[in-house]
């Protein structure tokens, strides 16, 4: 290399390391004032903060003080011995099973409990808040009825994605979904005269959101979050772990999958389910970050006159959707996978065609029929596909 090329290097080196430390140093000092005048965490020579104390963090994101990008920079230059050790937790919650894996450098030893403690009681709270909210909204009479956040964003939230996948996402149908289920355990295909009945309390034209929550314009009409919960509960616990100061983690709530950051063994290998053959799977992709919800058959199937179906229903008509598929969708957020997930166990492939463009989500569907099966996906997910489909 000339001396020049030597010379030029050095002070581009030395310009970045002098705006480093100018631009951490002034991120702090914002935080420090608005909390009383404490000193800032000591810098060292490139401008890296010797130490971050999670909490102290969150708080200053709650209060606007330090936003999510400038958190994100003191958390990828917070120093590490080099090793890394794993916690993991399974518990029930949300109505399904959970699994947490985590990996967290050595500078963190001590502190994984409290935080994997604050992710249970995080989920437990938001279960709590949504059976009351949702048997407040069930049990009101008609006109507004306020609910409480995130329950109320996460209502915003659903109509949107009502719109998006054209009515076959429809948390507004839970007299639908609740007739399916029970019938479902009873191993019959509900009645018509059934399916009327609960249709005639479902539906986004008996339910309006508001700013402040829903206004009920219908008797019985309920609302049943469900998957789009659990979506929005894995991007909280994936927050919160990033900013505990997590390396990486594997986080499974039902049928809701997210992975971040670098872990042990590489990216994740993911089964989907076969539609045809209960327990066996028809392809196996592998995950290196991002979220990733199953939705469709998975194998649950009822006979009713010959015939071969869902044991759930298409909200826009009430009865079974018109095939049997097994869906997965990937993107950047699990909410907007689970939902995606649910819609194209509903559309079939032609759903795929819906997915919103610039979104970043990618989705699978197989189905067709036992003697003639077939899968289509987009491009962006044939590239997660280690093997499949396998028909």
């Known amino acids: 290399m000339r001396p020049i090329e030597v010379l030029y290097l050095l002070a581009v080196a030395a310009c970045a390391t002098a705006f480093t ?34 909490e102290r963090m969150r708080r200053l994101i709650r209060e606007g003080i330090l936003s999510d990008r400038e958190a994100l920079f003191f958390k990828r ?58 048997e407040r909204l069930r049990t009101a009479g008609l006109g507004p009825v306020p609910i409480a956040e995130p329950v109320g964003g ?90 505990a100061g997590a390396a990486g983690a594997r986080i499974r709530l039902g049928e809701v999958l997210r992975a ?21 799977a028809c392809a196996r992709l592998r995950i290196p970050e991002g979220a990733l919800c199953l939705g469709g058959s998975r194998g649950r199937l009822l006979e009713s006159g010959g015939r071969r179906l869902v044991p759930f229903p298409d909200p826009r008509t009430g009865g079974p959707p018109g095939g049997i598929f097994t869906a997965a969708v990937a993107g950047p957020a699990a909410l907007d996978c689970a939902a995606w997930a649910e819609a194209l166990g509903v559309l079939g492939p032609e759903g795929l065609e819906l997915l919103p463009s610039g979104s970043g989500l990618e989705g699978f569907v197989a189905g067709g029929s036992p003697e003639s099966p077939r899968a289509e996906a987009t491009p962006g997910f044939r590239d997660l596909l280690v093997s499949g489909p396998d028909f």
Do not use: N
Request: proline residues 6%; charged residues 30%.
């Open 77 to 134: 230059r917070a120093p590490s011995s080099g090793g890394f050790f794993e916690t993991s937790r399974r518990l029930r919650v949300l109505g399904t099973e959970a699994e947490v894996t985590v990996l967290w450098p050595e500078s963190r030893k001590g502190a994984e409990e409290a935080a994997l403690r604050g992710m249970e009681e995080a989920w437990r709270g938001l279960e709590k808040l949504l059976e009351g909210e949702m």
């Open 154 to 243: 996460l209502l915003r939230e659903a109509r949107r994605l009502h719109r998006e996948t054209r009515g076959a996402f429809d948390v507004a149908s839970a007299p639908l979904q609740d007739l399916w289920r029970r019938a479902a355990g009873e191993g019959r295909v509900p009645s018509e005269s059934e399916i009327g009945e609960a249709r005639s309390r479902s539906g986004w034209d008996l339910l309006e959101v508001t700013v402040t929550g829903a206004e009920k314009k219908g008797v019985g009409v309920g609302v049943d979050l469900g998957v789009l919960v659990r979506g929005h509960a894995v991007d909280r616990a994936v927050g919160d772990l990033e900013t």
């Open 21 to 54: 430390a100018r631009t951490g140093a002034g991120m702090f000092r914002r935080g420090a004032a608005a909390e009383g005048g404490g000193a800032p965490p000591a810098m060292g020579t490139a401008g890296r903060p010797r130490d971050v104390d999670p």
């Open 260 to 280: 971040f950051g670098r872990f042990p063994g590489g990216a994740w290998e993911i089964q989907v389910p076969h539609p045809f053959r209960p327990g066996g």
